[in-house]
């Protein structure tokens, strides 16, 4: 499986996918304040970030480094996202670094993420709790 090096010399591609928008607002917020991030794309909906994904297959260089998910969402929760995105190419499937970024604190939940080779980690909200500049820094 080849994986991306991500010290922080690169320049962090991130893709937020959570139906609330004040979270998004927020966490882009976080996220922005860190170093090297270059874009930082949100989505409301899974069906609408794996169009988006879908659409950049061919563009290696527009992928996103890392993807914060949340799981409880109208529509496709995150884990029917991570079903439908584990079908995707493995070029795009080995180059993120998938963080479930969720309210949940359910054991079940977070177990049912570790059933994802795809998913690196369970974070619970707010982003602001955890070391995002460790985050994007570990392998």
Same mark, same amino acid.
Request: glycine share 4%; proline share 4%; aromatic share 8%.
């Given at each position: 499986?080849?994986?991306?090096?991500?010290?922080?010399?690169?320049?962090?591609?991130?893709l937020?996918i959570? @139906?609330?928008?004040? @979270?998004?607002?927020?966490?882009k917020?976080?996220?922005?304040?860190?170093?090297?991030?270059?874009?930082i794309t949100?989505m409301?909906?899974?069906?609408?970030?794996?169009?988006?994904?879908?659409?950049?297959v #061919?563009?290696? #260089?527009?992928?996103?480094?890392?993807?914060?998910?949340?799981?409880?969402?109208?529509?496709?929760?995150?884990?029917?996202?991570?079903? #439908?995105?584990?079908?995707?190419?493995?070029?795009?499937?080995n180059?993120?670094k998938i963080?479930?970024?969720?309210?949940?604190?359910?054991?079940?939940?977070?177990?049912?993420?570790?059933?994802?080779?795809?998913?690196?980690k369970?974070?619970?909200?707010?982003?602001?709790h955890?070391?995002?500049?460790?985050l994007?820094a570990? @392998?």
């Amino acid at each position: 499986m080849n994986q991306v090096d991500y010290n922080m010399t690169k320049d962090i591609n991130i893709l937020l996918i959570d @139906d609330s928008d004040v @979270d998004n607002f927020i966490n882009k917020a976080i996220i922005s304040k860190e170093d090297n991030i270059s874009q930082i794309t949100t989505m409301t909906s899974g069906q609408d970030a794996l169009k988006y994904l879908t659409g950049i297959v #061919e563009n290696t #260089e527009a992928y996103p480094d890392v993807i914060f998910l949340d799981i409880k969402m109208p529509g496709m929760n995150g884990f029917e996202f991570l079903d #439908e995105y584990q079908k995707m190419p493995d070029s795009i499937t080995n180059h993120c670094k998938i963080y479930i970024l969720s309210s949940s604190i359910d054991s079940i939940d977070s177990d049912k993420g570790k059933q994802y080779p795809v998913v690196r980690k369970h974070l619970t909200k707010p982003l602001a709790h955890h070391q995002i500049g460790n985050l994007l820094a570990e @392998d």
